[in-house]
């Protein structure tokens, strides 16, 4: 049973960065493919950023493109989510996943494994 553990998570203003790290216990980690997802309150949660067991391919929502990357390494079995450019309406609790395959998705229903989820507040 693979655990998952997020970190890095709290108050910035408009305009800062935050690097969140996502850290699973287990030997499976590297076989899977890894995802973040974000709910504000009142909201789904949604989908943020994909990256394949490999780390060759990555996928974003529109919403982050160009402002979040998502990282891993699979000899520390930790995957991280680069925030830059940080909006008031990032603000919401942010889950990592771990996919039940190694392909890239942004399905969550392809993600049975979730952390409890880091708090991110953005200021204006």
């Known amino acids: 049973q693979v655990q998952l553990v997020e970190s890095g998570g709290g108050l910035v203003q408009a305009g800062g960065s935050l690097r969140l790290a996502c850290a699973a216990s287990g030997r499976t980690f590297s076989n899977y493919a890894m995802g973040w997802f974000r709910q504000a309150p009142g909201q789904e949660r949604e989908f943020i950023a994909t990256i394949s067991r490999s780390a060759i391919s990555t996928a974003y929502a529109d919403s982050v493109k160009g402002r979040f990357t998502i990282s891993r390494d699979n000899a520390k079995n930790t995957v991280y989510l680069q925030m830059n450019s940080l909006r008031p309406e990032d603000t919401a609790v942010y889950y990592c996943?771990?996919?039940?395959?190694?392909?890239?998705?942004?399905?969550?229903?392809?993600?049975?494994?979730w952390g409890q989820g880091t708090q991110v507040t953005v200021s204006s």
């Open positions: 996943a771990l996919a039940n395959q190694a392909r890239a998705t942004s399905r969550r229903n392809e993600y049975p494994t």
